[in-house]
T-cell receptor
Framework: SQELEQSPQSLIVQEGKNLTINCTSS?????LYWYKQKYGEGLIFLMM?????EEKSHEKITAKLDEKKQQSSLHITASQPSHAGIYLC?????????????FGSGTQLTVLP | DAGVTQSPTHLIKTRGQQVTLRCSPK?????VSWYQQALGQGPQFIFQ???????QRGNFPDRFSGHQFPNYSSELNVNALLLGDSALYLC???????????FGPGTRLTVT
């Protein structure tokens, strides 16, 4: 079965700093979802990457998919306290699918004002 | 446009009891999935419903069952509750084969 490993597990940064979160898969990636979760709450859809080399941006958050490395990275520029939360990556079982997603354990981001 | 809604928000049950959780998908969505998220872990897929039938199932015992109604809303039932069933239960919906999947706020289940 597929496993997703996120690094780091937790991250504390000063407001205004840039940061990167990585998600590495044990198997071929057929796409990669990024979600943000406030503690104990539902997941907020950030973006979905479908093809190797694809890069998407939403406000100050940029995500990229590297199929060869079976990895995706999420980069936040000029972090703000509103970026704090748990970032989760999820992968579908095959290309073009939004079926059962396998998720990583999450990266807990704290942004200090 | 209301997003995915779930009820109740919180629930406390005793071991051995049964529980029913409810989910209303986002408007226009016809596919509902349920996930279990233990503390400090990522969500784990339980099952997915489309056209009132279970289409996909994760590695969960038969104590976990579900239903989808003609209006696309869904229920998750868990029988013979165990302490290990304590978790945040998340419902997600999408439209057809769309890759955009939206999650509800979850139901926090505590089994004592």
């Amino acid at each position: 079965s597929q496993e997703l490993e996120q690094s780091p597990q937790s991250l504390i940064v000063q407001e205004g700093k840039n940061l990167t979160i990585n998600c590495t898969s044990s198997k071929t990636l057929y796409g990669l979802y990024w979600y943000k979760q406030k503690y104990g709450e539902g997941l907020i859809f950030l973006m979905m990457l479908q093809k190797g080399g694809e890069e998407k941006s939403h406000e100050k958050i940029t995500a990229k998919l590297d199929e060869k490395k079976q990895q995706s990275s999420l980069h936040i520029t000029a972090s703000q306290p509103s970026h704090a939360g748990i970032y989760l990556c999820g992968a579908p079982p095959f290309s073009g699918s939004a079926r059962q997603l396998t998720f990583g354990s999450g990266t807990q981001l704290t942004v200090l004002p | 446009d209301a997003g995915v809604t779930q009820s109740p928000t919180h629930l406390i049950k005793t071991r051995g009891q049964q529980v029913t959780l409810r989910c209303s998908p986002k408007s226009g969505h016809d596919t509902v999935s349920w996930y279990q998220q233990a503390l400090g872990q990522g969500p784990q897929f339980i099952f997915q419903y489309y056209e009132e039938e279970e289409r996909q199932r994760g590695n969960f015992p038969d104590r976990f069952s579900g239903h989808q109604f003609p209006n696309y809303s869904s229920e998750l039932n868990v029988n013979a509750l165990l302490l290990g069933d304590s978790a945040l239960y998340l419902c997600a919906s999408r439209r057809g084969s769309s890759y955009e999947q939206y999650f509800g706020p979850g139901t926090r289940l505590t089994v004592t």
